[in-house]
């Protein structure tokens, strides 16, 4: 157990649905970042959140979005859902707000798109 | 452009070290040189970072040369836990709030022969 907790583990859901992920951080930690892994894409970086804060924007998809609240827990919020967005969705968390601080990933949420 | 080189695949015999490398050629003088490893079914897992000077940990080690050009890291007697994907990563710059982020390659997919 990575302490980084991602729920559900698995998620089924049709085209043109919402779904959200949620993410719990490891104890102690204020940043929280979001990837996607596709069998085609390898590990993109979607989006991170620092205490509560917006910090950087990778290739994050205009139907998606995230937020994380004052408990450090943090949701991706995907929208209209296509056949493409089926993958891997992981959470990352660290103590600081840069690179240079290890990252611990949860075990990630498999979304599947029918 | 990929900022790292790994090869795609490597094969090591249970119990012997393991050396697997990464050229970084465009590194720059602030950029830490990062290792994560993703075993099957599991998210990436953080192994070891360095700037210049060689590292230890309990995982790993990592072997920097002294142009900062390229790094070897070493796993000293690999098991067959250690079959993964190990990637070498340095950081990224993206917009938003302006800061560095890792951004994953393809990696190297270790295979442990028993």
């Known amino acids: 157990d990575s302490g980084v907790t991602q729920t559900p583990k698995h998620l089924i859901t049709a085209t043109g649905q919402r779904v959200t992920l949620r993410c719990s951080p490891r104890s102690g930690d204020l940043s929280v970042y979001w990837y996607q892994q596709s069998l085609d894409q390898g590990l993109q970086f979607l989006i991170q959140?620092?205490?509560?804060?917006?910090?950087a924007k990778g290739n994050i998809l205009e139907r998606f979005s995230a937020q994380q609240f004052p408990d450090l827990h943090s949701e991706l919020n995907l929208s209209s859902l296509e056949l493409g967005d089926s993958a891997l969705y992981f959470c990352a968390s660290s103590v600081g707000p840069g690179e240079t601080y290890g990252y611990t990933f949860g075990s990630g949420t498999r979304l599947t798109v029918v | 452009d990929a900022k790292t080189t790994q090869p795609n695949s490597m094969e090591s015999n249970e119990e012997e070290p393991v050396h697997l490398p990464c050229n970084h050629s465009?590194?720059?003088?602030?950029?830490?040189i990062h290792w994560y490893r993703q075993l099957p079914s599991q998210g990436p897992e953080y192994v070891i970072h360095g700037l210049t000077s060689n590292v230890n940990n309990r995982m790993a080690s990592l072997a920097i040369a002294e142009d900062r050009k390229s790094s070897t890291l070493i796993l000293h007697r690999a098991t067959l836990r250690d079959a993964a994907v190990y990637y070498c990563i340095l950081r990224d710059f993206y917009s938003g709030a302006g800061s560095y982020q890792l951004t994953f390659g393809k990696g190297t997919k270790l295979s442990v022969i028993p």
């Open positions: 465009t590194i720059s003088g602030t950029d830490y």
């Open positions: 959140y620092y205490n509560g804060e917006e910090r």
